[in-house]
């Protein structure tokens, strides 16, 4: 299955940074099975393909996308997607969310980005569109070391590096210019404020404060985080 067959069989056109990325090798992360993370990531960690070290995110092949847009379309399936909804997956979750363009708001080439909740009826809006939701994404990545599976800093600030060198030539020079300036910080622990009024200490090279702020200025979007319902009730 190829990103044209994709195309055809689906009757929309990705954007074209995405199919760039395809011709660049970016997509390219061989079939996910029992092996892959001893047999193929060691060959791609240091060269990342797209958003490869980004928290609890797997880029889809061709072959995992067309499955999963037959999956989300199928009168059967429990999610039951409105009509007037037409999403196409990209990437998902450990725990099977999907990362979709959401065609069915296409504006030329411009695709908003949502997250689609498999388990409540609930999308969030991400970016309006692709260049945008890696920028945020590798800010985010920025803002929030993993800790949790002891990624230490030096492998932190590694990952970062080399998903800079592979990225950044899709982004703007802003973005870029930007990213490459708070990379060049120190590793900082804050405060994350949490529902309720708790909090928690996080690690990164900037706040959670600043990068909504980082947002709002270079990627501003009227939708982003909002939150819609996509399925029948």
């Not at 809006?125 to 939701?133: E, G, R, S, T, V």
Request: proline share 5%.
């Amino acid at each position: 299955m190829t990103l044209a067959e994709i195309e055809k069989e689906n009757q929309f056109q990705y954007p074209q940074l995405y199919k760039e990325l395809e011709t660049d090798g970016m997509l390219d992360v061989g079939d996910y099975g029992p092996n892959w993370y001893n047999d193929i990531f060691p060959t791609i960690k240091d060269q990342p393909t797209l958003l490869l070290h980004s928290y609890d995110f797997e880029l889809l092949n061709p072959k995992a996308v067309d499955e999963a847009i037959k999956e989300l379309s199928d009168p059967e399936n429990y999610q039951q997607i409105k009509p007037e909804f037409k999403f196409i997956p990209f990437g998902q979750s450990e725990a099977g969310d999907h990362y979709c363009f959401l065609v069915s708001e296409q504006n030329q080439d411009n695709i908003p980005i949502v997250f689609l909740w498999h388990d409540s009826n609930e999308a969030n809006y991400l970016a309006k569109n692709l260049q945008d939701y890696i920028f945020r994404a590798l800010l985010t990545d920025m803002s929030e070391q993993d800790t949790y599976n002891d990624i230490d800093d030096e492998e932190f600030k590694g990952n970062l590096s080399n998903t800079l060198k592979t990225h950044t030539k899709y982004l703007t020079e802003k973005q870029t210019q930007i990213l490459h300036d708070i990379f060049a910080r120190e590793i900082i622990d804050y405060d994350f404020e949490l529902p309720k009024g708790r909090k928690e200490t996080r690690r990164g090279l900037l706040s959670d404060i600043e990068l909504k702020k980082i947002l709002a200025e270079i990627v501003p979007y009227e939708k982003i985080d909002q939150t819609f319902e996509y399925a029948e009730e």
